[in-house]
């Protein structure tokens, strides 16, 4: 939620810890929940389609951050004192970094008569598209006041969705009823994109678009993944960059990171377990170092230099790729640096493509070694499975 501020998404302020329990500071929105005026009845055509622009205005939003919301419905949607919309609960949403490499989202999830034919059938699911589709359930269900796809089996019901066997009310407006085949088509290929669906004749009237470019600066300070931003002098990958050169052009804008973000760099509180396979867990590493960003991005440059590596720097993260061809095409590693004070910091490294043991060669004899220096403590994979198992002994 720190990726996304919108006027119709309920604010995160703060994250706060204690040894035994995490705080969320939430904006408060005074009105309630959307589906207690659905509750009573069905709303008027002006109203939904006031609320519905609102919504899709926010989930456009969302996307544009690569985070989609998957569990989209009246109950997760408040209403301001102004009886404005805003779009709540993001216990269930995903990052683009959560997809395969079939670019997929695969978890279930989401409320049974909201969710997509896609999601059900468990065979991956573009989350943009999963979302669209509940958009149009909360169309109907504000225009309608019942859901599209009921049934007291929910095996029938996951039928008609997968077939999107539904019947539009007399009274809904012809320009509604086209809108809605479009959304709730069953095929996600062919189903409406934001982009169409904001051209919408209907959807259009009384639309005010909000401006979804970010202040650079503030979502550059704020975003715990901006540590330092390079001009990389070697884009061109040639060759290994140069240490000092690369050193003097960099700026650093180091971020502290908030509670929250510290917790859940905490192996205790790692739950990759409950979705990554064994093998896909331990290509990664993580080291804390008191030392500067500056100092732990040249000690990089020097180990992809040594190693003949060649280097990119964007957004946090140090990218190693190696010149040679592996087993599996060219080995390519990624540390990501996250800021915890100005001297001290996390580091996450993490195989991004070639052969696992090829990386583990080069993690153990070339990146461990060349660091030893600047580790204050190293925690990789291995390292966190045989904790976990000393715990369960005990």
């Keep these: 939620m720190r990726l996304i501020k919108h006027p119709n998404i309920v604010q995160l302020y703060e994250v706060m810890a204690s040894k035994t329990k995490i705080y969320f500071a939430m904006e408060y929105v005074r009105g309630g929940e959307l589906f207690n005026k659905v509750a009573k009845g069905r709303l008027k055509e002006d109203a939904a389609r006031k609320y519905f622009q609102q919504l899709i205005a926010a989930v456009d939003f969302c996307h544009s951050r690569d985070v ?15 009886g404005n919309l805003k779009v709540s609960d993001f216990g269930l949403s995903a990052l683009f970094d959560s997809k395969r490499q079939d670019g997929l989202l695969h978890t279930t999830c989401g409320t049974p008569a909201y969710v997509a034919p896609e999601v059900i059938n468990k065979r991956g699911y573009d989350g943009e598209k999963a979302d669209i589709w509940s958009c149009g359930v909360v169309l109907f269900v504000l225009l309608a006041g019942y859901l599209p796809f009921h049934d007291q089996n929910l095996m029938e019901m996951y039928k008609k969705i997968s077939k999107a066997e539904f019947k539009c009310p007399q009274w809904f407006h012809p320009e509604v009823r086209k809108l809605l085949s479009r959304i709730l088509d069953p095929n996600p290929g062919s189903r409406i994109t934001l982009i169409k669906l904001m051209e919408n004749y209907w959807f259009k009237k ?7 470019t970010p202040n650079p600066g503030k979502d550059q300070r704020e975003s715990p993944r901006s540590v330092f931003d390079i001009e990389d002098n070697n884009s061109d990958g040639e060759g290994p960059s140069n240490p000092q050169k690369n050193q003097d052009s960099a700026t650093m804008k180091p971020t502290c990171l908030n509670a929250f973000d510290i917790i859940s760099l905490s192996p205790g509180f790692d739950l990759s377990g409950l979705f990554e396979k064994e093998k896909e867990r331990r290509s990664e590493a993580r080291f804390t170092a008191k030392k500067p960003a500056s100092i732990i991005v040249s000690k990089l440059e020097e180990v992809a230099s040594n190693e003949s590596f060649n280097i990119m720097k964007k957004d946090g993260t140090v990218t190693m790729q190696s010149i040679k061809e592996g087993r599996k095409g060219q080995l390519a590693i990624d540390a990501e640096i996250f800021e915890i004070s100005p001297s001290f910091h996390v580091v996450e490294v993490r195989k991004k493509s070639g052969d696992t043991m090829e990386y583990k060669k080069f993690f153990d004899q ?14 990789d994979g291995e390292q966190q499975q045989q904790e976990v198992e000393n715990q369960e002994r005990i």
Excluded at 206 to 212: A, L, R, S, W
Excluded at 366 to 379: A, H, M
């Design 68 to 82: 989609y919301h998957r569990d989209l419905k009246p109950e997760n949607l408040l209403l301001d004192e102004g």
């Design 366 to 379: 070339g990146l461990k070694t060349s660091l030893k220096d600047i580790v204050w403590t190293w925690q």
């Design 206 to 212: 009384g639309f005010k678009q909000i401006d979804k």
